[in-house]
């Protein structure tokens, strides 16, 4: 990494995905593979590159990365409750109740084994309630199962806990407990959860972008709570939808977000749909920051979170989890061209190129939501008392003109090289 990239005119890129993201870095204009040890100017490495290389790796000032040192003081499930819990109660403390009551956002999850009298405690203040456990680290819905008795856990504890390679059998892999949101907000009698993209590009100070497509990802079986071991209700995954006897890939499981804004706001009213996107908004704010402070900030890494939103009968919105890789594997042809513009734009906003003059408020499908600071959209309006009223900049199942707003970043001069 010793030549920078302006006096070599291209970029020099490492992929370690063999998915979307191999297509959109091959087509792009001025960048170059290398392969093995060659050296690089951006790598998009897997978290397993990262925990082995990252901190032997010296990284010259215009190089990047994408994934943050410590990203799973987020993206693990166990550690961002954690991070939020602490950060509600700092609120609390500073900012009073009402502040702290913003954070409310993600259903109450222990921690397993550690905290597992705490756990029972809350269990039996509550009889009836359904639990949803869930490893901390794993994805796809692997492992995960629900219960409605404590008796299931005994056995769980006693015969199912152990690490799955068991490569030490005394070592337990940790779990969350985390209470099921038994009234989700059904479409067709069907459960869904949102998968929204959030662009960090720095965390000191934090610097958001909001990508305006995403997606719905539905159950294929009807919602019940009496069939609480059939994952194929419960888990919205594409990953275990795919593998439903019944599953159709012609018309696979997701609607686009777009499609979702307008059937809720033909339902509900633009008002309503407006507040539930403005709570989803909150969602990745907090969140965000309530990591700012862990996170080992790096201006070499910036990091493209998939968040996984539920939504519940009273439209309200929570936090499921947050992925440092979500899947850039396509499931049909429409999902992969959305795909295709996340990436290709996320590949804007790093700016590799030297395009952007550092004060832009939108790159393609990208939307700055937060600068050290809320973000508010330059077409303000003027409420009836006269004083100015700020939106926030933010528009997620919005329409996507991307091209429109690309068409006028400056062309990257490097040539593609063989
Ligand atoms: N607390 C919960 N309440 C209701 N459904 C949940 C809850 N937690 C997870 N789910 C369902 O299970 C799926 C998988 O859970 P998630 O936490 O995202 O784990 P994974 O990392 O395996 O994707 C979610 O997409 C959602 O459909
Ligand atoms: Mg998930």
Redesign the pocket.
Known sequence: MCVHRDARGYVRYRCGLTNTIQDVLRQRPGWVEVKDDGEWDFNWCDVGWLRENFDHSYMEEHVRICHFRNHYELTH?NLMVKNLKRYRKTLEREAGRLEAAKCDFF?RTFVLPSEYPLFVEEFKRSPGNTW?M?PVA?????G?FLFRKLKDIIDWKKNGSRLEDQRDENQVERYVA????EN?YLISGR?F?LRVYVLVTSYVPLKAWLYRDGFA?FSGTRFSLSSIDDQYV????VAVQKTAPDYDPEKGCKWQLQKLRRYLTAKHGAETVETLFRDIDNIFIRSLQSVQKVFINDKHCFELYGY?I?LDEDLKPWL??V?ASPSLTASSQEDYEMKYRLLEDTLNVVDMEGRLSGREKRVGGYDLMWNDGPVYREDFSLDSLGSTCFTANTHLGCVNDRKKHLGQLKAFSGQKRA
């Not at 794993?138 to 692997?142: E, M, P």
């Open positions: 499930k259903p949803i869930k794993r994805s796809q819905g692997k995960i985390q209470r099921y949101i989700p459960k959860d990802r419960h888990l919205t995954n996984d539920l499921i989890e992925n």
